[in-house]
């Protein structure tokens, strides 16, 4: 089992920046993959970035050049930095871990308002 835990969301103006965190617990050893999602009203859940165990990372193309997705050195927290953001990028964010199973935390609210 794998636990997440999102922080980081909030209400920020246009062009402002908010950087996400999902802490990782339980068999994080188990996982090959982490990534960001989100959802926005009325919308489908899409993915926004992935990073690989190995380092590999891919973005959706309307955030490449704004956000970047890492993690720590122990592999037990990933980050998503997001800068330049619009109104469009305001969503619940979700993060992801992907193992034998596929793994989902609570979310956490991002909204981009003036």
């Known amino acids: 089992q794998v636990q997440l835990v999102e922080s980081g969301g909030g209400l920020v103006q246009p062009g402002g920046s908010l950087r996400l965190s999902c802490a990782a617990s339980g068999r994080i050893l188990s996982i090959h993959a982490m990534g960001w999602y989100r959802q926005a009203p009325g919308k489908q859940r899409e993915l926004v970035a992935t990073i690989s165990s190995g380092g590999r990372t891919n973005y959706v193309d309307s955030v490449k050049g704004r956000f970047t997705i890492s993690s720590n050195s122990a592999w037990n927290t990933v980050y998503l930095q997001m800068n330049s953001l619009k109104p469009e990028d305001t969503a619940v964010y979700y993060c992801?871990?992907?193992?034998?199973?596929?793994?989902w935390g609570q979310g956490t609210q991002v909204t981009v308002s003036s």
């Open positions: 992801n871990a992907v193992s034998r199973a596929v793994y």
